[in-house]
């Protein structure tokens, strides 16, 4: 169940991933991410903000499934930690943006995410 879990906070990473993807690539969606400055399409600034976090979102992703035992990883323990340390970062600043669209999309996701992180890391320890 343990990678079950690692699974679905891996697969909420891609999704997240794929909104950066569709903001570098001009979707105007900037309500819904960095403070809701920019209601439209981010300008190019702000999408190369949007194109950093890809590589974050994978290593947390990997991070929290190797925490999890998937084969192959077997990343260093504090890299999951790292993960869920970031996971409730981006929770909290989801919960107190000034955007009240991208609170109520990303607060309940990066919530769930948060939990999910979490769980394994904590079910892990005795795995």
Partial sequence: MLIQIA???????????FFQVALIGGAPLGAYTQGGQHK???????????????PV???????????????GL???????????????????LNQITPSRRERALWGPITIVMA???GYVMVVSRGA
């Fill in 7 to 17: 699974h679905l906070y891996a697969t909420a990473c891609l999704t997240v991933v």
């Fill in 115 to 117: 939990a999910l992180a």
């Fill in 74 to 92: 077997g990343w260093p323990r504090c890299t999951g930690w790292a993960a869920l340390a970031m996971a409730l970062v981006t929770m909290l």
């Fill in 40 to 54: 439209g399409r981010l300008p190019p600034r702000n999408r190369v903000i949007a194109a950093l976090s890809i």
């Fill in 57 to 71: 979102l994978l290593a947390q992703a990997l991070a929290i499934l190797s925490a999890a035992g998937f084969p």
